[in-house]
């Protein structure tokens, strides 16, 4: 790979980290609307459901940032924790600095604090109400999503620093996944899908399969059977699901039939996770197939990444960041490390400030999204340009043992 490139983006990173050190990792989201002090102080808006929802996705939507306007404040949220915690441990992985390990520790005693008490185990969510399509989820109400994340970090954290603390939290949350989320059997009793949150039954394909991967690597840890068996069962569910050129809708609603760039990432990314820690390849053709209609459906050969497997627009800087993720935890690096290569290269030119080295939302058709996002955008691109990093260091250590 060319030295240059690299290079610029270890620059373009450092730039990213400095910004996200400085905000002291708070900072806005696309769906903190219904956190507007104005909002929740007229009676009529935040007891209507259509109302919150159109809110919501006004700020979502909007090019212009109204947020301080209407009194939304920045704030953590602990996915972006999560993210920033698995970040520095690769970090500190690659070059041993004690100030890494010191943001590793102290990310790792946030994110303790900022679990959701009440439920069966350790667990997290968002730092904001929301109100979607199929559900309403009070501020704070435990994801499978946020959960995974945060409790993925904490082991990732656990690797280097062996505080138990970090690994009981992590299987601690197993017991949330397992006790406390709603499940949807398949009607032959081949499996099951884990809901989204104990507060709905909706079948989402990357959420239940991001609880897989919880179970299947806290197993890797303790050898429990039942976290091996469940995490299978639900692995087996999304994958007898594959459409027939290798993609996934969203999930199993009527409207939930699209198909996207980075959860499509998300759902190989996590049977891959299972195989590995499961020492299983019972998936490997599933794999296989889902990764060539990935690569092939997303990026162009510019190194544009587009949003839906039908269209490019939205631009979003998640695409990205989930690229470097998937290819790296599928194993696919060795031959798509260019691709990925392109795709950083295209969206610093065209995503990233100048000025201040944070990552724009989205590019629409006619307009473009700069709003500073810190979970969905900064935290997601520290940590998908950290596994790039990693991956190149890794192939940089292989040729200087040789």
């Known amino acids: 790979m060319n030295s240059m490139d690299n290079v610029r983006i270890e620059e373009s990173f450092e730039r990213l980290l400095g910004y996200c050190e400085k905000e002291g990792f708070k900072g806005y989201d696309p769906y903190d609307g219904l956190n507007s002090k104005l909002f929740k102080s007229i009676p009529f808006f935040s007891n209507n459901r259509y109302v919150k929802l159109a809110w919501i996705q006004f700020f979502k939507r909007s090019p212009v940032n109204f947020r301080r306007l209407v009194g939304v404040e920045k704030e953590f949220n602990p996915k972006a924790i999560g993210l920033f915690l698995s970040s520095y441990c690769i970090l500190y992985k690659m070059d041993k600095k004690p100030e890494h390990l010191k943001r590793v520790n102290e990310l790792a005693s946030l994110a303790l604090d900022l679990r959701t008490k009440g439920w069966s185990g350790s667990c997290w969510g968002y730092n904001f109400d929301w109100q979607a399509r199929a559900f309403f989820q009070p501020k704070g109400t435990p994801t499978v999503v946020a959960t995974t994340f945060v409790a993925n970090a904490l082991l990732d954290a656990f690797e280097i620093t062996n505080d138990r603390r970090l690994l009981d939290a992590a299987r601690s949350a197993c017991d949330f996944v397992l006790c406390d989320l709603n499940r949807t059997p398949d009607e032959s009793g081949r499996g099951f899908c884990f809901s989204y949150s104990p507060l709905d039954t909706s079948v989402v394909y990357n959420a239940s399969l991001l609880g897989a991967r919880l179970l299947s690597r806290v197993y890797s840890h303790t050898n429990e059977d039942t976290l091996i068996q469940e995490a299978r069962s639900a692995v087996l569910f999304v994958c007898e699901r594959q459409l027939s050129n290798g993609s996934w809708p969203y999930g199993a609603y009527d409207f939930h039939q699209w198909i996207d760039n980075f959860h499509t990432g998300y759902n190989l990314e996590c049977i891959a996770d299972f195989q590995r820690f499961s020492g299983s390849h019972e998936f490997d053709g599933v794999l296989r197939k889902g990764f060539e209609f990935y690569i092939e459906t997303f990026f162009s050969d510019e190194g544009i990444p587009r949003y839906y497997s039908h269209q490019t627009y939205p631009i979003d800087v998640h695409t990205t960041s989930q690229l470097m993720v998937t290819v790296a935890k599928s194993?696919?690096?060795?031959?798509?490390?260019?691709?990925?290569?392109?795709?950083?290269?295209?969206?610093?030119?065209?995503?990233?400030?100048?000025?201040?080295?944070?990552?724009?939302?989205?590019?629409?058709?006619?307009?473009?999204?700069?709003?500073?996002?810190?979970?969905?955008?900064?935290?997601?691109?520290?940590?998908?340009?950290?596994?790039?990093?990693?991956?190149?260091?890794?192939?940089?250590?292989e040729c200087s043992d040789r």
Do not use: D, P
């Open 331 to 397: 194993g696919n690096f060795a031959r798509y490390g260019q691709t990925c290569k392109n795709v950083l290269l295209w969206t610093i030119a065209h995503m990233q400030s100048k000025k201040e080295g944070r990552f724009f939302y989205q590019i629409n058709r006619f307009f473009t999204s700069r709003i500073s996002y810190m979970r969905w955008s900064q935290a997601w691109m520290v940590y998908g340009m950290s596994v790039y990093l990693q991956e190149v260091w890794k192939i940089n250590q």
